[in-house]
């Protein structure tokens, strides 16, 4: 009786035995947050994970490389003498480390954040489109995420480097604290690598 009950909680979750979605199939779990994996569940269809390949319904996505592999990459931008400082290293094909530092006019901190930003499990479905505050021109970007209960970022890189060969990313960020700053996508300025 109790194997029929496993067995069918199995089934009703859309979970299997390997703890991954049932719609699921990863060949090397280290390149995926699991959180990641987890996220496609919400996709009905059967989705492959292979190498740095999502295959979904036959058409095959690559996942955002335009990161290199576990070396930092540090964005600045300014705007009304506030600076944002975000600095990001991918650690596999989903995962992003990060250190953002916002310092007002005289310098002083505003906001401090760390931690690991995921990639949106959908992003096979489609880019974010941002504008580039200096040319006023559009570009596409990947968004990767870090929540928790009470706040949350999100870092938006682009896909492509501008004119002048420099890689581009946003950020926004809230909080359900009272008196806590938010930063929406008007806020931040276009981040570039020095």
């Known amino acids: 009786m109790k194997e029929v009950i496993i067995f069918l909680l199995i089934i009703l979750t859309g979970w299997n035995c390997s703890g991954q979605p049932s719609n699921v199939s990863v060949k090397d779990k280290s390149q995926y947050d699991q959180s990641f994996i987890d996220g496609l569940s919400h996709f009905k269809k059967f989705v492959k994970l292979v190498d740095s390949n999502l295959i979904a319904e036959g058409d095959t996505t690559h996942f955002p490389e335009i990161l290199a592999l576990k070396r ?26 990060y250190s953002f530092r916002l310092r007002n006019s005289s310098g002083k901190s505003v906001l401090n954040r760390s931690g690991k930003a995921i990639l949106g499990s959908m992003f096979f479905l489609g880019c974010e489109v941002d504008i580039d505050d200096l040319t006023g021109e559009g570009y596409s970007s990947y968004e990767y995420w870090d929540q928790t209960k009470d706040s949350w970022l999100s870092i938006r890189v ?37």
């Open 72 to 97: 930092e990459v540090i964005f600045k931008g300014k705007k009304n003498d506030q600076q944002f400082v975000l600095a990001i290293s991918r650690i596999n094909l989903t995962t992003l480390l």
């Open 158 to 194: 682009g896909t492509t480097k501008d004119n002048n060969g420099k890689l581009r990313a946003k950020i926004t960020y809230g909080s359900n604290s009272k008196g806590v700053m938010g930063i929406d996508l008007k806020d931040c300025p276009t981040l570039r690598i020095e």
